[in-house]
């Protein structure tokens, strides 16, 4: 490349739309559902750009990483979104089921039906707050993931950087 600064990895919206649909469809296969692939071509052609950014200047390395996980964050977030709730109903109707069995050896075999029915109810009223609060988890996690790469970057690869430029000769 003669001139890096112009340097623009797609041309157009339309040519970063079609590099996914290719990516894409090279990626479903058996082993992967269309959802899979076509998050998989994002987040590579994501990649790729923050990547081609950093290397051309217009971002720094710490704007990429908290870049990446900003996106990382968003796409658990959206993920747990649309499979969330449906998790915890279940696990709320698999613990009253549990309950029930336990229950059915002195009361009898409606205790599981009953419990159950109790487990189906408490997961539908709790996964509305628990959707609330693990998104807001999933997001204090990507804050935490930026606040452990800065102290990693300062308090580890810096000084060991600087071990081994004296150790080694280089500047």
Same mark, same amino acid.
């Given at each position: 490349?003669?001139? =890096?600064?112009?340097? !623009?990895?797609? @041309?157009?919206?339309?040519?970063?739309?079609?590099?996914?649909?290719?990516?894409?469809? &090279?990626? &479903?296969? #058996?082993?992967?559902? %269309?959802?899979?692939?076509?998050?998989?071509?994002?987040?590579?052609?994501?990649?790729?750009? +923050?990547?081609?950014? =950093?290397?051309?200047?217009?971002?720094?390395?710490?704007?990429?990483? *908290?870049?990446?996980?900003?996106?990382?964050?968003?796409?658990?977030?959206?993920?747990?979104?649309? @499979?969330g709730? *449906?998790?915890?109903?279940?696990?709320? #109707?698999?613990?009253?089921?549990?309950v029930?069995?336990?229950?059915?050896?002195?009361?009898?075999?409606?205790? $599981?039906? $009953?419990?159950?029915? %109790?487990?189906? =109810?408490?997961?539908? +009223?709790?996964?509305?707050t628990?959707? %609330?609060?693990?998104? !807001?988890? %999933?997001?204090?996690?990507?804050?935490?993931?930026?606040?452990?790469?800065?102290?990693?970057k #300062?308090?580890?690869?810096?000084?060991? &950087? #600087?071990?081994?430029? !004296? +150790?080694?000769?280089?500047?």
């Amino acid at each position: 490349m003669d001139n =890096v600064d112009s340097f !623009k990895m797609f @041309n157009s919206d339309e040519e970063r739309i079609e590099i996914k649909k290719l990516l894409s469809s &090279y990626l &479903y296969n #058996e082993d992967t559902n %269309i959802e899979s692939a076509a998050m998989l071509s994002d987040k590579a052609v994501f990649e790729a750009e +923050t990547a081609c950014d =950093v290397e051309t200047g217009k971002c720094t390395e710490q704007d990429a990483v *908290e870049n990446l996980i900003d996106r990382q964050t968003a796409r658990v977030s959206v993920w747990f979104s649309e @499979n969330g709730k *449906e998790i915890v109903e279940r696990a709320f #109707e698999a613990a009253g089921i549990g309950v029930g069995i336990l229950l059915s050896r002195w009361v009898g075999p409606n205790a $599981i039906l $009953i419990s159950r029915k %109790i487990g189906q =109810v408490l997961g539908r +009223t709790v996964s509305k707050t628990a959707e %609330i609060l693990i998104d !807001k988890g %999933i997001r204090k996690i990507g804050q935490f993931g930026k606040k452990l790469w800065n102290w990693t970057k #300062e308090k580890v690869a810096r000084p060991l &950087y #600087e071990k081994m430029k !004296k +150790t080694c000769n280089f500047s």
